[in-house]
């Protein structure tokens, strides 16, 4: 049976700009804006399009060494993507599937992402998991927005 979970950040930066930065282009700002937590990202397979795979490889200390993420969807002018786990992180340890729907909506200048992450659980899961990916996702999109703020010029 599938769960799932939701939750939005607000952040001072403009929805297309944001977008560009951690989603069209994380794989190459999230080493240098989350460093701490992400020290490598590259594509695996495609072109940055949908069914395009990026993995991500993270700092000693993290729960987990990566992640593979596929492009399911995306839609840069609705400032829409959908994607999907396919190997690492809680991946056949705490879920069995895990998908995510990320929308950047504008707002006052800045804007609201809002993801809902679908998963199928395992019987090792925690709900503790759900609490550190939502912290996870809100540091991601803080870290983003300060890398953004303190390079005015980036992702115009």
Request: overall charge negative; charged content about 25%.
């Amino acid at each position: 049976m599938s769960s799932s979970w939701s939750f939005e950040v607000e952040t001072s930066i403009p929805a297309p700009r944001l977008f560009k930065a951690a989603v069209i282009d994380w794989h190459n700002l999230a080493p240098k804006a989350a460093s701490d937590k992400i020290i490598s990202a590259v594509p695996v397979e495609g072109d940055g399009n949908v069914g395009s795979i990026r993995q991500f490889n993270f700092a000693p200390g993290m729960p987990f060494t990566f992640v593979k993420e596929r492009l399911d969807f995306i839609d840069v002018e609705k400032f829409e993507v959908k994607n999907t786990l396919v190997e690492g992180g809680v991946l056949g340890k705490y879920v069995e599937s895990d998908s995510s729907h990320i929308k950047f909506e504008p707002k006052d200048g800045g804007c609201v992402v809002k993801i809902t992450s679908t998963y199928t659980p395992l019987p090792a899961f925690d709900a503790k998991g759900v609490e550190m990916a939502k912290q996870s996702f809100a540091g991601a999109m803080k870290a983003a927005e300060a890398y953004l703020i303190a390079n005015p010029d980036a992702y115009n």
